[in-house]
DNA sequence: AATGTGCCCAACCGCCATACA
DNA sequence: CTGTATGGCGGTTGGGCACAT
């Protein structure tokens, strides 16, 4: 069983797999791909790098702003956070709360884990350390009384006083998600993921890095010759059965959307996100996906 | 040029929740 | 009810890289 960096063959190989039968189970999945890795791996590797509707790059000032904000609400649920920042994973939050943002906000003088300055000598009578673990604790357990599935509720009712300068558009978010908590969302019956863990992301929002024009290889983990595997890969044909369609999630229900993203010429259509300013995206495309994986 | 140091992030690990027999 | 399989989550690790000395 193999551990460490993936190859650009294997994921080659699960990319090929998926596309072609979507996701099933995963303890199946390297068996029936050639892997020689455990499915939990394939799992991980296709959800925090491999997906085609992941963002890459730095997280912008906004993506930045979103995810202190629902940290002070939500604490270190990077997974939940991750559900409000369409295109990132838990692992890229974490990640970058802990390399980037904590750094931050300690400089700032603000303590990264209860969101309040860290000297406080005149305001509030300060938690000692073994204190505040038991006041968070104690938090906790508020919350999980209140309400132990809903987080959005949770949120809400467990809502700080409004400190922050993005916290209104927080509130959009999470107005969003409770108008996605319908018992009866004919999204997540298209989509294989979750609404509740996965944003949803419209066909048209499926955005993937620009692929530097010289094609030279942009990741850092699959450096391995990589130009060709686009051609190597073997998407499938659009007409996909249904279960297909319903198992993977990852491509809209419609696969007209596919004709609009792909074009005929492989001309890339840029597309930018004016909410995310930091970098021009484009619309998927095939080609552009195998470029910005490798 | 060689070495040391710190940073970044993909991947792993262990635990927990859930589904199912 | 119990045991097992599976998937998901959060914490941690370690390899690679950039920069400093």
Redesign the pocket.
């Known amino acids: 069983m193999?551990?460490?960096?993936?190859t650009a063959e294997e994921?080659k190989k699960l990319i090929n797999f998926i596309l072609n039968n979507g996701?099933?189970?995963?303890?199946?999945?390297p068996k029936l791909a050639g892997l020689l890795?455990?499915?939990?791996?394939c799992?991980?590797?296709w959800?925090?790098?491999?997906r085609p509707d992941l963002k890459?790059?730095?997280l912008s000032e906004y993506e930045e702003q979103m995810v202190i904000d629902l940290h002070s609400q939500?604490?270190?649920?990077?997974?939940?956070?991750?559900?409000h920042l369409p295109g990132r994973?838990?692992?890229?939050i974490?990640?970058?709360w802990?390399?980037?943002i904590k750094?931050k906000l300690k400089k700032m003088g603000i303590d990264p884990i209860t969101h309040k300055p860290i000297s406080t000598a005149t305001d509030q009578p300060q938690l000692k350390p073994q204190q505040q673990l038991q006041h968070q604790k104690e938090q906790e357990q508020t919350q999980q009384q209140t309400s132990?599935?809903d987080s959005t509720s949770e949120i809400d009712q467990n809502k700080e006083p409004e400190t922050s300068l993005q916290s209104s558009s927080i509130n959009e978010a999470l107005e969003e998600d409770k108008g996605m908590t319908s018992p009866f969302d004919p999204m997540e019956l298209i989509n294989g993921?979750?609404t509740?863990?996965?944003p949803l992301i419209e066909p048209d929002e499926i955005l993937v890095p620009c692929a530097p024009s010289s094609s030279t290889s942009s990741?850092?983990?699959?450096?391995s010759n990589s130009s060709n595997l686009f051609q190597d890969l073997q998407f499938p044909d659009l007409e996909w059965p249904c279960d297909y369609n319903n198992s993977i999630g990852l491509w809209s229900d419609d696969f007209s959307t596919w004709n609009l993203l792909i074009n005929d010429d492989g001309d890339r259509e840029q597309i930018v996100d004016p909410s995310l300013s930091q970098c021009p995206r484009m619309g998927l495309d095939q080609e552009s996906w195998a470029y910005s994986l490798l």
């Open positions: 193999y551990k460490g960096p993936w994921d996701q099933c189970c995963w303890r199946a999945v890795r455990c499915g939990k791996s799992r991980l590797r959800t925090n790098y491999l890459r790059g730095l939500l604490g270190n649920r990077w997974s939940k956070i991750a559900s994973t838990d692992n890229e974490k990640n970058h802990n390399t980037h750094k132990p599935t993921f979750c509740d863990e996965v990741s850092s983990s699959s450096s």
